[in-house]
């Protein structure tokens, strides 16, 4: 009986191991796309600016 609720216990905490790493990596990877659409959003901005200053001058 003891066993069985030793594995149990394990079980439980291997499974929210795997959910925990899961958890990370799709944070980072998430972030990862964040930090690389904010990059290029703010290089649009700044060609747009520049544009914008090359038909004002």
Known sequence: MSKRIRT???ARKA???ATQRIFETTLLRWSAR???SSQEQA???L???AEMK???N
Do not use: K, M, P, S
Request: glycine letters at 6%; aromatic letters at 12%.
């Open 8 to 10: 149990t216990r394990q």
């Open 15 to 17: 499974r929210a191991v």
């Open 34 to 36: 964040e930090y690389r």
């Open 43 to 45: 290089q649009a901005w």
């Open 47 to 49: 060609d747009l600016r």
């Open 54 to 56: 090359r038909e004002g």
